[in-house]
């Protein structure tokens, strides 16, 4: 009798519940949804490319340079900030020396001081001032494009002689209208425009370390 209880015990086991099953099902569809959506919105995004190649360009140029790059954004878009810097102060795919770029979006007590002091709209624009020089390079994640700290922040930046990069949705907003190179990639929701900034970032750390490592390999050979 035991055996045939563990049997009866293992046989429900092996087998899907209807409530499995279910979820199965949503997680299969919302791929199949996912995959259309990026699909369309990535076929779109090749005939922007040359805003990414001049954000590309504008990057490599700040750091073989000596400058600094600062990045900043809300929410989802500051978890990107952090992840840009981290690839590029640590490393993506190739060993090399770090490169110098800061996450604005970091230091908690600095944050919160200034959110306390003087609004949350410069918490962004009073790091720009304190960190940024001329020719360093400042980047603004939004998934609006309208976010008045980073708008504020692009305006410190111009004010000092940064260049301004923005990666926004698709909608036109006044971020690009401070900036010197504007991507705006062709989603309009949230998820996917942030998914797509992903991929953003992802090609220029991966087209960085490229040029910045091939650089530095022709010079310690002496070339």
């Known amino acids: 009798m035991f ?6 015990v293992l046989a429900s086991l092996a087998r899907p519940t209807l409530l499995e099953t279910e979820y199965h099902d949503l997680v299969v569809n919302a791929l199949a949804d996912r995959r ?8 779109k995004f090749a005939a922007r490319a040359g805003a990414v190649a001049e954000a590309a360009a ?29 690839e590029l ?9 770090p490169y110098a770029v800061l996450a ?21 624009a009073r790091q720009v001032r304190a960190f940024g020089q001329p020719d360093d390079l400042l980047i603004t994640f939004s998934t609006s494009g309208e976010s008045e700290n980073l708008v504020r ?10 260049t301004v990069v923005s990666i926004a949705g698709d909608r036109p907003n006044r971020l690009e209208r401070l900036s010197d190179v504007s991507i705006r990639v062709p989603a309009l929701d949230t998820d996917i425009v942030q998914e797509l900034h992903l991929t953003v ?3 220029l750390c991966d087209i960085v ?14 070339q």
């Open 201 to 203: 970032l992802h090609m």
């Open 58 to 86: 504008r990057l490599v140029e700040t750091l073989q340079t000596g400058h600094k790059v600062l990045i900043a954004g809300n929410g989802g878009s500051a978890a990107e900030a952090q992840h840009f810097a981290a």
């Open 104 to 124: 604005l979006t970091t230091d908690t007590s600095i944050l919160t001081a200034v959110a306390n002091d003087y609004g949350y709209h410069d918490v962004f």
């Open 209 to 222: 370390e490229q040029k910045l490592a091939a650089a530095d390999w022709k010079e310690d050979a002496g």
């Open 3 to 8: 055996g045939q209880e563990k049997r009866v």
């Open 153 to 162: 922040a692009a305006q410190a930046g111009r004010e000092h002689m940064l």
């Open 89 to 97: 102060v640590g490393r993506f795919k190739r060993e090399r020396a």
């Open 36 to 43: 259309a959506m990026l699909d369309t919105a990535l076929a």
